[in-house]
């Protein structure tokens, strides 16, 4: 793990690991993709990606960029300002659930000991869902914001995770099978409200809706291209 800023880093901080893909245009979000074609693919996943790197800019702790391979170490570098402590991972081969078990394991060799990981898909995530984690992680040993599709939003754990290669990854038993496989190894879950991510073509349009009176800088311009995608698509049940 290499480390981009010459602060010192408190092991016994809370760190957020943003796990990320490089946005380019074939590269994930295939589902949307299908709906509205991989240009505007890419420019959710862009949208996305900025929201993301908008709460690591304002986490109180220690930053981990994980980007989906040694390729894209350099890409990682230049997503926050150096003035900000943050370390890039990248994650190794496999299924999530292998390339996770991998990223924490090394980030625990470290030293860091509370972790608290996101994707770039959910940019429903505010500062009172971030402090309801930190507050329910000081009394679990995981903490899970579950996902309005059954998957998660944001997973936290002071402890290993347990082995995750064969969850149900992509699927709308994501989220209980890995509550019942964190409780399974003994350990305790604190499970918060649910929040919405971002998968499909209704999830973007429901961003107009739920992103309305955001005035986060990255979510207004997510909403304004959800809005944008809406007014194209002449969808009329999308109040604007």
Not at 14 to 19: D, E, G, K, N, Q
Request: net charge negative.
């Amino acid at each position: 793990m290499n480390n981009n800023s010459s602060s010192v880093i408190m092991m016994d901080e809370m760190a957020l690991v943003l796990v990320c893909k490089r946005p380019a245009l074939g590269v994930g979000k295939q589902r949307l993709a299908v709906s509205l074609g991989m240009k505007r693919a890419q420019q959710i996943a862009q949208a996305l990606l900025a929201c993301a790197l908008e709460d690591a800019k304002n986490w109180n702790g220690p930053v981990v960029i994980a980007p989906a391979s040694e390729e894209d170490y350099d890409w990682a570098t230049t997503l926050l300002p150096s003035s900000i402590t943050v370390w890039i991972q990248p994650q190794t081969i496999g299924n999530l659930g292998q390339r996770l078990n991998e990223l924490d394991s090394r980030l625990r060799y470290e030293g860091l000991k509370q972790l608290v990981y996101i994707g770039s898909d959910a940019p429903i995530l505010a500062h009172t869902d971030y402090a309801a984690c930190r507050a329910a992680l000081q009394h679990h040993d995981t903490v899970l914001i579950p996902a309005k599709d059954g998957g998660v939003a944001l997973m936290a754990s002071c402890s290993p995770w347990p082995v995750l290669t064969d969850l149900p990854w992509s699927t709308d038993q994501l989220g209980a099978t890995l509550m019942g496989c964190c409780r399974g190894a003994g350990q305790s879950v604190a499970v918060l409200e649910q929040r919405s991510d971002v998968d499909e073509l209704e999830d973007c349009l429901e961003l107009v809706t739920l992103l309305q009176h955001d005035a986060r800088p990255a979510r207004r311009q997510l909403h304004a291209l959800a809005r944008a995608i809406a007014y194209t698509l002449k969808i009329h049940h999308v109040q604007f």
